[in-house]
């Protein structure tokens, strides 16, 4: 290495301490957090979002695959078109004569 003076040792050794100190960390938060209520986890951040979020929330798929339903998008119809038309009608153009 060129600077020591930056070097990070990561010798198992070493980072025993420290890594006690984590896990102590994240249990006593893991409690704190469910002692208000709250559902805790830890993600596995190596994989990719939508695949952690799938595995901790097997719904969350099945909501995002009945989001797109042709009911649903009927329904978003049904109620966007009114507002649109109303839109549409409400808005006047005002024509200006130009110079010749």
Known sequence: MENSANALEVSPEYTRDDTAEIDSHIEALS??????????????TARPLDEGCA????????????FFTPWFLAGV????????????????????????
Request: charged share 20%.
């Open 31 to 44: 409690s704190k957090v469910r002692a208000a209520g709250m559902e805790y986890f830890l993600m596995n």
């Open 77 to 100: 119809v049904a109620v966007g078109l009114p507002v649109w038309l109303h839109l549409l009608k409400k808005h006047k153009t005002t024509r200006c004569r130009s110079a010749p």
């Open 55 to 66: 595995s901790t929330w097997p719904c969350a798929r099945e909501a995002l695959d009945g």
